[in-house]
Nanobody, 122 residues
Framework: QVQLVESGGGLVQPGGSLRLSCAAS????????MGWYRQAPGKQRELVAA???????TYADSVKGRFTISRDNVKNTVSLQMNSLKPADTAVYYC????????????????WGQGTQVTVSS
């Protein structure tokens, strides 16, 4: 079994920055694709960013240029640097992991974290 633990969420003013981290542990056989999804109240879960085992990245149009996803394959962690935050970024952010990049992109990853709250408000 694989466990994912997110951290770094909190309250920030519009225009501010936060860095989310996700640590993977447990039965990890090889380097996997990882990503971040978010879900705001009353809205569908949406892909924020994803990164393949080889480092290929993809971003939602709404965050492109503001967010950066990165990973440390040695530590089995993935991070999301969020800059120029907007109130629309307010959501619970979930880390996810799968051996298939396509599964991460589709939101069908085998493993998910518990989520961390990000609130952008003045």
């Amino acid at each position: 079994q694989v466990q994912l633990v997110e951290s770094g969420g909190g309250l920030v003013q519009p225009g501010g920055s936060l860095r989310l981290s996700c640590a993977a542990s447990g039965s990890i056989f090889s380097i996997n694709a990882m990503g971040w999804y978010r879900q705001a109240p009353g809205k569908q879960r949406e892909l924020v960013a994803a990164i393949s085992s080889g480092g290929t990245t993809t971003y939602a149009d709404s965050v492109k240029g503001r967010f950066t996803i990165s990973r440390d394959n040695v530590k089995n962690t993935v991070s999301l640097q969020m800059n120029s935050l907007k109130p629309a970024d307010t959501a619970v952010y979930y880390c996810n992991l799968d051996y298939r990049f396509a599964s991460v992109l589709a939101g069908t990853s085998h493993y998910w974290g518990q989520g961390t709250q990000v609130t952008v408000s003045s």
